[in-house]
């Protein structure tokens, strides 16, 4: 049981947190001028500005998403209703700019889905242990710590092993980054843990779960199915963590004592297991279908690669907890309690983190909640003699080690944005532009622009940009070359002709950044009208 004094701790803290992870974007948006306007992210901003331009489809009337970054043409698709959904819910709120409705949406839902998660996160650390002390060490952990990232900075190895630290780019890993950017994956993990939670009562493990309740199993494959069309893949997760804590279930066997054990007890685990698989089978089944059938989608998933780095870096990262979480294992196998199903998702990571997929370092999904669960309990068990000063003593210490990363994060990206830099920051002119242009353009109009300003357009423009975003753009260097040469002033007019009738270009944007790929001077061109004309901005309309 969870107490109310408990939750109003938890939600004290978690307004903390937000508050923290909120405090870069309100000094963006204090620090906006006339001239330079913020763009509403301080954190993975060319990501953001891609989940604008999803939230854009959906709040104009779109339900099947399509890729904004680039030409050709493909079918939409279930994926990323998350984003859909907020951009109709953005299409409600009152005012005249849709964009900025749509980023107060994704912020708002930043901090919606980030207190629920948070809410869940307490919520399966209590059912894991009676210990309040060790439920809210866990719970800090979880929601404040990083990994050693900050150590490496410090000693200046900031691409140590060809990586950045994986505390500070891996949201997957670490509750903080999820916080600060990724209302998708509080959505998603918040399910993954319901889920969890659920199949592991249908089990009988927990406080006043009821063994072998089919309800529960029907239920955990249900809440994974709706985490699967938040973000797909994430259902091969639970999958593993299911799989590696039935297999504990197995090793383990029926503990003495347990009035609704039986011999047959894992074999009816499995059966329960299999069936919340199979409800949530579904958006696995489609997500193949769609990345190995359609040319665009299968070019995509072979860009999209987040590749696990040197085995060391795991270890910056978690390797605090990780050693703490050892220090306890044999003897949390040994107990009767559920922390043993802690101990099988930990151990199921360096599995899943090197499989031959091509978004392994995301598979590492949640697994800080159960190493900080048994980092927590260990910290506070070490001390000998064991005393309540000590106990705080390793507990403090251990939040200091963790802490720095994050506190670094966020002063940093706060500092960074004091010069008003881009992309984070976007020019008026450029704003103005592609505002006009979003009154004249058509849904699935293509728009050659540099990859600055196309990562931008399709947040404001309910176009396509040629070239955006590294894996959602098919070719993505080889677009990019394109424009290049394109803008290059020795291109052959005929070949540029060429390109624009060949991927179905309907506009061409020129400013600053298409400037600065080449002295092409569009208005010279007889196969582009000039349709707008603001500073250093200009729109043509290609006549072919």
């Known amino acids: 049981m969870v107490s109310k004094r408990e939750w109003r701790w938890v939600l004290a803290v978690g307004a903390i947190a937000l508050a923290l992870s909120t405090a870069p974007y309100l000094l963006g948006l204090v620090l906006q001028t006339d001239e330079r306007l913020f763009g509403g992210f301080v954190y993975a901003v060319e990501d953001g500005y891609s989940y604008l331009a999803k939230m854009r489809q959906g709040a104009e009337g779109a339900w099947l998403f399509h890729i904004a970054y680039t030409p050709e043409p493909h079918p939409g698709t279930l994926f990323f209703p998350f984003h859909l959904l907020l951009g109709k819910l953005a299409a409600l709120l009152p005012g005249a700019d849709l964009t900025a409705r749509m980023v107060w949406t994704y912020h708002g839902a930043r901090l919606v889905f980030g207190m629920g998660l948070l809410l ?3 919520r399966f650390l209590a059912a894991f242990t009676p210990d309040v002390v060790v439920r809210r060490l866990a719970f800090l952990l979880v929601t404040f710590g990083g990994g050693l990232g900050w150590l490496l900075v410090a000693l200046g190895q900031p691409e140590w092993l060809d990586s950045l630290p994986l505390d500070f780019i891996l949201p997957e890993g670490f509750t903080f980054l999820v916080l600060y950017g990724f209302p998708h994956i509080g959505l998603a993990r918040t399910l ?15 406080p006043k779960s009821e063994a072998r309740n089919t309800r529960y199993a029907l239920l955990a494959g249900l809440v994974w199915l709706a985490m699967g069309l938040t973000i797909p893949f994430y259902v091969l997760v639970a999958w593993a963590v299911a799989g590696a804590m039935w297999f504990a279930l197995l090793l383990r066997g029926v503990p003495k004592g347990d009035p609704g054990g039986s011999p047959l007890r894992p074999i009816q685990a499995l059966w329960q297991t299999a069936l919340a698989g199979l409800l949530s089978a579904p958006i696995v089944a489609y997500s193949l279908w769609i990345f190995t059938t359609y040319p665009v989608y299968v070019t995509w998933a072979a860009q999209n690669r987040i590749l696990s780095p040197h085995p060391l870096h795991y270890l910056a990262a978690f390797g605090v907890p990780l050693l703490l979480a050892a220090s306890i294992a044999p003897r949390v196998w040994r107990e009767e309690g559920p922390g043993w199903a802690a101990l ?8 899943l983190v090197y499989l031959p997929f091509n978004l392994q370092r995301r598979l590492v999904e949640g697994a800080q909640v159960p190493l900080g669960l048994l980092a927590a309990r260990a910290a506070l068990e070490i001390p000998k003699p064991k005393t309540q000063s ?6 403090a210490g251990l939040l200091v080690a963790l802490l720095p990363t994050n506190l670094l994060l966020v002063a940093g990206n706060s500092l960074a944005l004091l010069p008003r830099p881009a992309p984070v920051f976007r020019d008026a002119g450029e704003v103005a532009a592609l505002d006009w242009l979003s009154e004249q353009a058509h849904p699935g109009d293509v728009v050659l622009v540099a990859y600055g300003t196309g990562n931008y357009l399709p947040a404001r423009v309910g176009a396509r940009a040629f070239v955006g975003h590294g894996p959602e753009t098919v070719h993505f260097a080889e677009k990019r070359a394109l424009v290049a040469q394109f803008f290059t002033a020795t291109t052959d007019d005929a070949w540029r002709q060429r390109l624009l009738a060949e991927y179905g270009v309907d506009w061409v944007f020129w400013g600053p950044a298409e400037r600065a790929l080449g002295g092409f001077a569009p208005p010279t061109a007889p196969y582009l009208r000039q349709v707008y004309r603001g500073g250093e901005y200009e729109v043509f309309q290609t006549t072919r």
């Open 344 to 351: 099988a998702w930990t151990a199921v990571v360096p599995v």
């Open 192 to 206: 993954l843990l319901g889920g969890i939670l659920s199949l592991l009562k249908a089990w009988g493990i927990g």
């Open 120 to 122: 869940t996160l307490y």
């Open 390 to 395: 000590r106990s705080r003593l390793v507990a």
